[in-house]
């Protein structure tokens, strides 16, 4: 069984468009204005082991605001169709990467509740055209629409960029995980029978 899927999304402010296979090997492109945004999602795919397509277009003048929520969304819906029933997977996750001075962990439940904790003392200022606040809402709209429960703390760094990253790899290690099929599972991980 194929754990694909294709997501296109089209606003006043937005056209996005997502291809995912959970259980790939990290290839696809990712094009969407916001170049540090670009650097993240390539992480995802790789340390998450997706094959990830994102193809997105913006009203970028504004800021990358609009851009980046847009492609979290996309991309929760995306991992939210593709997990489909969530029968046979392992649910839960976790993850801590260093990545120089800063360090990172990420907790993963797909629970089928979408709720994001996010603690990071982020400098203030951007990457490029990438705000650093925006790392939370991307985080946000992907844990809102993939229904999942996750947990993001930055819990050291200096470096902006490092933080960012270390966070961005801890989702990407956690969610592997949790997605991940468990052979000793036969159904829905859960005592409700159901994760929604």
């Given at each position: 069984m194929t754990r694909a899927a294709r997501i296109d999304r089209r606003t006043a402010e937005t056209d996005v468009h997502v291809s995912l296979e959970l259980d790939g090997a990290g290839s696809g492109e990712r094009e969407t204005g916001v170049g540090f945004l670009d650097h993240m999602l390539d992480l995802l795919a790789r340390h998450g082991r997706l094959d990830l397509a994102v193809r997105a277009t913006g009203d970028l003048k504004t800021g990358a605001h609009h851009t980046v929520e847009d492609v979290g969304i996309c991309i929760g819906q995306a991992l939210d169709?593709?997990?489909?029933?969530?029968?046979?997977i392992h649910r839960y996750g976790q993850a801590t990467v260093p990545m120089d001075e800063a360090r990172a962990s990420c907790a993963v439940d797909i629970s089928g509740r979408g709720l994001l904790s996010f603690q990071a003392s982020l400098p203030p200022g951007a990457i490029g055209n990438f705000e650093h606040e925006l790392a939370e809402e991307f985080f946000r709209a992907l844990a809102a629409n993939a229904r999942i429960t996750l947990h993001v703390v930055v819990e050291a760094g200096t470096n902006a960029h490092h933080m960012i990253e270390a966070a961005f790899k801890a989702c990407a290690?956690?969610?592997r995980t949790a997605a991940s099929i468990d052979p000793t599972?036969?159904?829905v991980p859960s005592t409700k029978g159901v994760l929604r």
């Open positions: 169709r593709a997990l489909g029933d969530r029968a046979g290690r956690a969610l599972e036969a159904g």
